[in-house]
C-alpha cells in the first residue's frame, strides 16, 4: 500500500514540476518585473521542492528496508509496556525505555540495528526529530558496511 502512494506522489511530484516550468514560462513571456520575478521564483523552488520530496522518498525506502531487515530478523524492539490509543509509548514509561536504548546504542557505534531500534523507540515515545536522527544514522551505517 505505501509503495503505491509513493508511486503516486511521485507521478503527481511529475505533474507538478510541468505545471511550474509552464507557468514559470508563462510568466516571463509577460515581460513586466514582476512577473518574470515569479517565472525566476517558480524555476527556482520548485526543484527545490522535488529535491526535499526525492530526499524523503529516499529515507522512507532506506528506512523501511532496514526495518523489514531487522524484522526478518527478530530484533525489533518488543512491547515491553502498554501503548496509548495513538501507539505511543506512555510518559512515564518513554524515559527509561530510551535510556536503556541509548545506553545499547552507545555501547555498539558501528551497530547500525542498535540506532535503528533506538530510532524505533524514540518514535513510539514522541521524540520524532530525534527519531528521524538515530534511524538516519543507522543508513549511514549500514551503508558503510556494505
Same mark, same amino acid.
Given at each position: 500500500?505505501?509503495?503505491? *502512494? /509513493? @508511486? +503516486?506522489?511521485?507521478? $503527481?511530484? &511529475?505533474?507538478?514540476? !510541468? ?7 508563462? #510568466? ?10 515569479? *517565472? /525566476? @521564483? +517558480?524555476?527556482?523552488? $520548485?526543484? &527545490?521542492?522535488?529535491? !526535499? ?7 522512507? #525506502? ?85
Amino acid at each position: 500500500m505505501s509503495r503505491i *502512494g /509513493v @508511486a +503516486l506522489m511521485g507521478a $503527481a511530484l &511529475l505533474v507538478y514540476l !510541468a505545471v511550474v516550468v509552464w507557468l514559470a514560462v508563462m #510568466f516571463i513571456a509577460v515581460g513586466t518585473p514582476v512577473s518574470i520575478g515569479m *517565472g /525566476v @521564483a +517558480l524555476i527556482v523552488l $520548485a526543484p &527545490l521542492g522535488a529535491w !526535499a520530496l526525492i530526499r524523503e522518498m529516499q529515507f522512507g #525506502f532506506a528506512a523501511d528496508r532496514l526495518g523489514r531487515t531487522l524484522d526478518d530478523e527478530g530484533g525489533m524492539p518488543p512491547v515491553e509496556t502498554e501503548l496509548t490509543p495513538s501507539g505511543r509509548i506512555a510518559r512515564a514509561d518513554a524515559g527509561p525505555l530510551v535510556s536503556r536504548y541509548t545506553a545499547e546504542a552507545h555501547a555498539a557505534p558501528a551497530d547500525w540495528r542498535a540506532r535503528y531500534r533506538l530510532g524505533v523507540v524514540q518514535d513510539a515515545a514522541g521524540r520524532r526529530k530525534d527519531a528521524r536522527a538515530s534511524i538516519r544514522e543507522a543508513i549511514s551505517l549500514a551503508r558503510a558496511r556494505r
